[in-house]
């Protein structure tokens, strides 16, 4: 029999430092398998992707994650995660994408966050305590949980196109804060800056950032999406997931860098492998996703929820 796990299924038992703990062990394995990020442009404004497999050592089972992504619609990208025993194939569920995708790119971001940015002081101002984010949409509400999650977050800064929307995921955060109106004046004034937009023209240059700084750009994560300048990455110390998929289709090659500009992958840092921060460096994480992080929340929930969801027999 195979689960049906929907967004509130996964929602109900969704269990965040479990899956933070999950990313991180995920993070210091190598991988045997080289992960396939497949992506195919469609008739119009959408994109179709596929991740597999989904892998990490000790989880009996694995990922095969399937995606349309169409920025217009709500939300933008939608599909299914399918869970199989890793010993014989059986599909063990069927889950969300939407759901499954959101949270772990969130979680996995902040943790990378967590590790390369400045030890938050004890002050309320002090370097490391202010978080700014740049597109005020989902995605960086679930990285903010995350960050929340592993160390005080004491102010936010926040920016996005509509200043309505800014100001409405400002007012749900629980979190001091203020709405400016423009990228800069996130980066004046926050020690973090979660990046998470749809844009194709760099928001920050390397003349709008101080030392010491950490930036993390989500949205860079297809061909010809852009949030962060050639400069600015050519001058910051870059940690990345994947090497190859950052040139093939993430920040660095979106702005004609190649892999001499990444300093390291965050295994490399997680591993003592390679350095992470220096003193008064600009640091930045620009991941593109792996398959192997879908399984790093599928799972758990797979186990907390799979007396509790809907089942059928695809095989009757």
């Not at 990490?56 to 939608?78: D, E, H, Q, S, W």
């Not at 400045?118 to 949409?137: F, N």
């Not at 997931?241 to 920040?251: C, H, N, P, S």
Request: with cysteine.
């Amino acid at each position: 029999m195979t689960v049906l796990l929907t967004r509130s299924d996964i929602l109900r038992v969704l269990d965040v430092p479990a899956v933070l703990a999950a990313l991180r062990h995920g993070f210091r394995q190598a991988s045997p398998i080289e992960p396939l990020r497949v992506r195919t442009d469609l008739p119009g404004p959408g994109t179709a992707t596929a991740l597999l497999p989904g892998l990490i050592p000790g989880i009996p089972a694995y990922t095969v994650k399937v995606n349309a992504k169409f920025p217009g619609a709500r939300p933008a990208l939608r599909g299914v995660v399918c869970l199989h025993d890793l010993a014989d194939g059986t599909l063990l569920a069927v889950m969300d994408s939407s759901t499954i995708t959101a949270w772990r790119t969130g979680l996995a971001a902040a943790l990378a966050t967590d590790l390369l940015a400045e030890t938050p002081g004890t002050g309320g101002d002090d370097l490391g305590g202010t978080v700014g984010v740049v597109g005020a949409g989902v995605q960086a509400e679930l990285t903010l949980a995350g960050l929340d999650a592993l160390r005080p977050v004491r102010r936010l800064v926040v920016q996005d196109l509509d200043p309505g929307r800014a100001a409405e995921f400002l007012s749900g955060q629980g979190i001091p804060g203020v709405a400016v109106g423009s990228p800069q004046e996130v980066a004046a004034a926050a020690d973090v800056v979660i990046l998470a937009t749809w844009s194709r023209e760099p928001l920050l240059t390397a003349a709008d950032l101080k030392p010491g700084r950490q930036l993390t750009t989500l949205g860079a994560d297809e061909p010809g999406k852009v949030e962060l300048s050639a400069d600015l990455l050519s001058a910051a110390r870059v940690i990345v997931d994947d090497r190859t998929l950052a040139v093939q289709m993430g920040a660095l090659g979106n702005v004609g860098l190649t892999a001499d500009a990444i300093h390291a992958t965050l295994t490399e840092v997680l591993t003592g492998a390679a350095q992470g921060r220096r003193a008064d460096e600009v640091t930045v994480y620009a991941p593109v996703g792996l398959p192997w992080q879908d399984l790093a929340i599928a799972w758990p929930v797979f186990q907390a929820a799979q007396h509790d969801g809907q089942a059928i027999d695809f095989l009757s």
